[in-house]
């Protein structure tokens, strides 16, 4: 080694120092460096203490408020969770720490969680409504928030999401839908089924919608002609075949057919795999196509009826909603099928009807003429009494007048149809407003009185009319009514009292009505000669004041008061009060009825002219039209019962004519014969009592009963002798022919029923009639009173077998009470205890504003 390879000591402590001053340079950037560290740790520490601080934070506030939550980091692990949503899920929170969220999300929505969590990835806030599955595996509704956290470089950190229960909101929404749904469903069914009255056509159309709306493959109706038959007319089917034949009970399976029997359901969702089903029952289902099926067995008063369901061609879950649909289809198909079979027997009872229609027709053309010749003498009457009547149908616009309505028009019935054209072209165009005002004031409700004047070829004259609006139930009005009188002679006479006195005195002696002038005391100041006539007292009389010592009356017979006087009331009114018609009782009791008209007279205070028309021969008129009506009606009832006793009379000659005959069964034929001529006598009853009653409309019912009774009663003599009547009846009720028609023919029935059949044996027994209002059953019904019945028809005897149906009986009596019950849409009950009872409740409506069918 030479000294070449060594430096010298100067060399050397120059590097070593040079190194020295590196090595201290580096230790001063290490130091920096480590306070930098520090420093960004420090900050670290502070974030993460500030996180835990937030998340403290919102743990508290949503702990608070009761909602679920947990924080998920960005691999959606669960890293805490509260015991809300713990619970809500089934879980304890261990059992959700370090899990997935997207384990309990529903299956169904994982796609849709994944959409919603690029979107918190993203730093996007999300709210929306979610289906998680709980441990037990159930399904429930929730509704999450959630905001994302952020580091400050913008990445995802960890996110706090909030759950919401909104399960049961969710449920009323489903129902609130179900609800709506299946109110459209039945809108519909019921408009297609109401229209249709073929039992297979109902069926059918029923069952296609109830397909359609459930998308069913297959919807049979089987209707059960009894308990080992059933019928399938048609059933509704898509993409599979029919299976409409007749069946036997044999055809099902027990368990199927014991259900149907008790109106039970028969539901399975996989045949295949439903262990109630034998092997070779599994393979019938497939063969006709059934993998799944919903039924069941419809009863009715305790029978089976029909069954009703539907089928899937592939295994399916019905719904609760389906299955109501179902059985409330069930139910409207079989009202539907009862109300066609109804309307069906009601028309042959109707058609057996003709020939009884065509001899009443007969008689009503006679009761027309009748009419007709009252009609007659009406219209003498108002030629008579100077009064014109008229009458406008406001439904048809047709306008009708009588004779001398045409006569104070001038004009000719025989060749101008009355109109309401040709009436305002009679009325003076100034009085036409007043008359459209008293139109138009009586159509709200009002009748109105009203003067006017009208144009005629002779000149102008003045007329009053009269009239009234008649309205419907509905009060809708329908027809108007009224008179017309021509009153121009009175109105020149109200005039030329106003020129003079001396006027009024030659007036007074001309005008042919009464006329005179009163004060407020009713003293009689001044009067003319045809009101000495018309009243019977000298104007001597008159000024002494003897006619103040008369009564009067008014229309109804009442006595009339004297603030009702006209001339009373023309003095509180200060005007004028037209056709008041008052009675005057003379001393010998005699009544004249009068027209009365008062006006107060203008710059005479306390003064009134009063003008007085005799009526008496209209009133006369009017009360022999009444009594022709009375008599009419009289007639008619009489006539009715006449021919209806002639029918009587027939049955008994054809039955003697069919007893002669050897090949006849005489008990039938005579038992037929027998139970017609009841019903006949029966109606023939009713009119008897009508036409004998003061009361033309209705009878006393009570009376009735006792008097058909005790004819069935000799009817059934001979072979009834040891039978006893009970009557148990109100008093005093009355029906008018609506209702005393079919309950006379019930009667008659039911009793005639217990007479042949309920004491074969012939011992001793009772048949009781009973008739009673129902106790608190007085009721009040869109204005209108009605009033509830009970009739019972009851006996002790041999009593009718528990397997009788009494809605499926041959017996056409008692299915003639089916029919009449239903016409009075009353109820119809069967007792079967210590022989039979028949309990019919009814209710009977009033009817014009009366109580006719109640009279106390």
């Given at each position: 080694m030479t000294a070449s390879n060594f430096l010298d000591k100067d060399e050397m402590e120059i590097q070593l120092r040079k190194r020295i001053a590196e090595l201290e340079k580096s230790n001063q950037d290490l130091c920096a460096e480590n306070i930098a560290l520090s420093q960004e740790i420090t900050k670290c520490k502070q974030a993460e203490?500030?996180?835990?601080?937030?998340?403290?934070?919102?743990?508290?506030?949503?702990?608070?408020?009761?909602?679920?939550?947990?924080?998920?980091?960005?691999?959606?692990?669960?890293?805490?969770?509260?015991?809300?949503?713990?619970?809500?899920?089934?879980?304890?929170?261990?059992?959700?720490?370090?899990?997935?969220?997207?384990?309990?999300?529903?299956?169904?929505?994982?796609?849709?969680?994944?959409?919603?969590?690029?979107?918190?990835?993203?730093?996007?806030?999300?709210?929306?409504?979610?289906?998680?599955?709980?441990?037990?595996?159930?399904?429930?509704?929730?509704?999450?928030?959630?905001?994302?956290?952020?580091?400050?470089?913008?990445?995802?950190?960890?996110?706090?999401?909030?759950?919401?229960?909104?399960?049961?909101?969710?449920?009323?929404?489903?129902?609130?839908?179900?609800?709506?749904?299946?109110?459209?469903?039945?809108?519909?069914?019921?408009?297609?089924?109401?229209?249709?009255?073929?039992?297979?056509?109902?069926?059918?159309?029923?069952?296609?919608?109830?397909?359609?709306?459930?998308?069913?493959?297959?919807?049979?109706?089987?209707?059960?002609?009894?308990?080992?038959?059933?019928?399938?007319?048609?059933?509704?089917?898509?993409?599979?075949?029919?299976?409409?034949?007749?069946?036997?009970?044999?055809?099902?399976?027990?368990?199927?057919?014991?259900?149907?029997?008790?109106?039970?359901?028969?539901?399975?969702?996989?045949?295949?795999?439903?262990?109630?089903?034998?092997?070779?029952?599994?393979?019938?289902?497939?063969?006709?196509?059934?993998?799944?099926?919903?039924?069941?067995?419809?009863?009715?008063?305790?029978?089976?009826?029909?069954?009703?369901?539907?089928?899937?061609?592939?295994?399916?879950?019905?719904?609760?909603?389906?299955?109501?649909?179902?059985?409330?289809?069930?139910?409207?198909?079989?009202?539907?099928?009862?109300?066609?079979?109804?309307?069906?027997?009601?028309?042959?009872?109707?058609?057996?009807?003709?020939?009884?229609?065509?001899?009443?027709?007969?008689?009503?053309?006679?009761?027309?003429?009748?009419?007709?010749?009252?009609?007659?003498?009406?219209?003498?009457?108002?030629?008579?009494?100077?009064?014109?009547?008229?009458?406008?149908?406001?439904?048809?616009?047709?306008?009708?007048?009588?004779?001398?309505?045409?006569?104070?028009?001038?004009?000719?019935?025989?060749?101008?149809?009355?109109?309401?054209?040709?009436?305002?072209?009679?009325?003076?165009p100034d009085d036409r407003d007043s008359i459209y005002s008293a139109v138009e004031k009586a159509l709200n409700g009002e009748s109105y009185s009203i003067d006017y004047r009208i144009i005629l070829p002779s000149g102008e004259r003045t007329v009053h009319s009269y009239g009234k609006v008649i309205f419907d139930e509905e009060n809708i009005p329908v027809r108007m009514s009224g008179t017309t009188q021509d009153i121009t002679d009175r109105k020149k006479a109200e005039e030329m009292l106003k020129e003079s006195k001396s006027k009024l005195k030659t007036l007074f002696e001309l005008l042919p009505v009464g006329v005179s002038i009163v004060d407020r005391e009713i003293n009689i100041l001044d009067a003319n000669l045809a009101l000495e006539n018309i009243v019977g007292l000298s104007r001597s009389d008159l000024f002494k004041g003897k006619h103040t010592t008369r009564i009067y009356v008014k229309p109804d017979g009442t006595e009339m008061s004297v603030k009702e006087f006209p001339s009373v009331r023309a003095l509180e009114e200060k005007g004028s009060i037209q056709n008041s018609e008052i009675g005057i009782i003379k001393e010998d009791g005699s009544t004249i009825w009068t027209d009365v008209s008062a006006t107060a007279i203008p710059y005479y205070n306390d003064q009134v002219v009063i003008i007085i028309r005799d009526i008496t021969e209209r009133k006369m008129a009017e009360e022999s039209m009444r009594r022709l009506e009375i008599a009419r009606k009289q007639e008619v009832h009489h006539r009715i019962k006449n021919n209806l006793q002639v029918i009587s009379s027939l049955l008994d000659l054809q039955a003697e004519k069919f007893g002669n005959r050897e090949f006849i069964m005489n008990l039938e034929v005579m038992e037929a014969f027998r139970e017609s001529q009841n019903r006949v006598v029966s109606m023939a009853l009713i009119h008897e009592k009508l036409y004998k009653s003061e009361e033309l409309d209705t009878l006393n019912f009570s009376l009735y009963i006792e008097e058909l009774a005790e004819n069935l009663f000799q009817t059934y003599r001979l072979r009834n002798s040891n039978i006893s009547l009970n009557l148990d009846l109100e008093e005093n009720i009355f029906f008018d022919m609506d209702y005393a028609v079919p309950l006379g023919i019930i009667i008659n029935e039911l009793v005639s029923n217990s007479l042949k059949y309920a004491f074969p044996s012939k011992n001793e027994g009772k048949i009781r009639i009973e008739l009673h209002r129902d106790e608190n059953e007085e009721y009040e019904k869109e204005g209108c009173k009605n009033t509830s019945f009970t009739l019972t028809v009851s006996d002790n005897g041999v009593g009718i077998s528990e397997n009788l149906d009494i809605e499926e009986v041959d017996s056409l009596g008692l299915q003639l009470v089916t029919s009449l019950v239903e016409q009075l849409d009353g109820e119809f009950e069967l007792e079967r205890n210590k022989g039979a009872k028949f309990n019919i409740r009814f209710t009977v409506k009033e009817k014009n504003n009366q109580v006719l069918t109640l009279q106390e």
């Open positions: 203490e500030a996180l835990k601080e937030i998340k403290e934070k919102y743990c508290r506030i949503v702990t608070a408020t009761n909602y679920g939550f947990w924080w998920i980091n960005p691999d959606l692990i669960i890293t805490e969770a509260s015991e809300a949503i713990a619970k809500l899920l089934g879980y304890c929170v261990d059992e959700l720490i370090g899990r997935s969220g997207c384990d309990f999300v529903n299956k169904d929505w994982l796609a849709h969680a994944s959409k919603e969590w690029e979107e918190l990835k993203a730093g996007k806030p999300i709210s929306c409504d979610f289906k998680m599955k709980r441990k037990d595996g159930s399904d429930v509704w929730v509704r999450l928030s959630s905001s994302p956290i952020m580091d400050k470089h913008g990445r995802f950190v960890s996110n706090l999401i909030v759950f919401t229960d909104i399960t049961e909101q969710k449920q009323a929404e489903e129902k609130l839908r179900e609800s709506e749904a299946r109110q459209a469903f039945l809108l519909k069914l019921s408009d297609a089924l109401r229209k249709l009255s073929n039992s297979d056509e109902i069926q059918s159309t029923a069952s296609r919608i109830l397909g359609e709306q459930i998308h069913a493959d297959r919807v049979p109706y089987a209707r059960v002609i009894d308990e080992q038959e059933v019928v399938i007319t048609g059933d509704y089917v898509n993409g599979v075949p029919s299976i409409a034949c007749t069946l036997h009970a044999s055809d099902f399976s027990q368990m199927t057919i014991d259900a149907y029997k008790e109106g039970k359901w028969v539901i399975f969702s996989d045949v295949s795999t439903d262990p109630r089903f034998t092997q070779a029952e599994r393979e019938a289902y497939k063969s006709i196509n059934i993998a799944s099926n919903a039924s069941f067995g419809l009863v009715k008063n305790g029978k089976w009826v029909a069954a009703f369901g539907v089928h899937s061609a592939k295994p399916r879950v019905w719904t609760e909603f389906e299955l109501n649909l179902i059985a409330e289809t069930s139910e409207r198909i079989w009202v539907a099928i009862e109300r066609a079979r109804i309307e069906e027997a009601l028309t042959k009872a109707y058609d057996t009807l003709e020939e009884k229609v065509k001899e009443r027709t007969a008689e009503l053309e006679e009761a027309y003429n009748c009419l007709k010749e009252s009609q007659e003498s009406l219209a003498e009457a108002q030629e008579i009494a100077h009064l014109g009547s008229w009458d406008w149908d406001i439904v048809t616009n047709k306008v009708c007048w009588s004779n001398e309505t045409y006569r104070i028009f001038g004009l000719n019935p025989q060749e101008l149809e009355a109109t309401f054209d040709l009436y305002f072209s009679r009325v003076h």
